[in-house]
């Protein structure tokens, strides 16, 4: 099959660069559907996209050849900008103890972490990385629930 006409220079690399921004993709989006049944503002579609995003900024710093410091730099990038979207989801609300969306931002991320990892052809790691991560927002809030004492009540506001 003749497709350099699209800058790809066989049919081989056409299926690794599917594969690497498909299981960016669908990792991004088991994080994301996690965070969707918990009815988070930031679900399914952000997690795949914010995954898949970072997957193709990393196979763009491939093909453009320039070495791994080129590669550095775009990973350099990928991190600041998706901190800036996270920060984004952050509310603090009106008392310094009401901060809201951390978890959130924090599963952004990560989840950019996920799609560089499978940009760079690193499923297996971008694989653990997932199951970690659904794994700690899903158990770990169950598991403190039966373990750590209730949180204390929120003083009342009205007795100002």
Avoid: C
């Avoid at 995003?53 to 990393?58: L, N, R, S």
């Avoid at 901190?83 to 809201?100: H, N, P, R, V």
């Amino acid at each position: 099959m003749d497709i350099e006409w699209l800058g790809l220079p066989d049919a081989s690399y056409l299926a690794r660069m599917a594969i690497r921004l498909g299981s960016a993709a669908v990792l991004g989006g088991l994080v994301g559907a996690q965070r969707e049944i918990q009815g988070k503002a930031a679900g399914l579609r952000t997690h795949m996209t914010v995954s898949l995003a970072a997957a193709t900024f990393v196979l763009v710093g491939i093909e453009a050849g320039d070495g791994t410091n080129n590669l550095g730099t775009v990973i350099q990038g990928i991190a600041a900008g998706v901190g800036f979207l996270g920060a984004g989801t952050i509310l603090k609300k009106s008392s310094d103890e009401d901060i809201q969306g951390l978890t959130t931002a924090a599963t952004i991320w990560l989840t950019a972490a996920i799609g560089v990892a499978a940009g760079l052809g690193r499923e297996a790691t971008a694989l653990l990385s997932t199951l970690l991560a659904v794994a700690v927002l899903a158990a770990l809030p169950w598991l403190a629930n039966r373990v750590l004492p209730p949180p204390p009540p929120a003083p009342d506001a009205d007795k100002k």
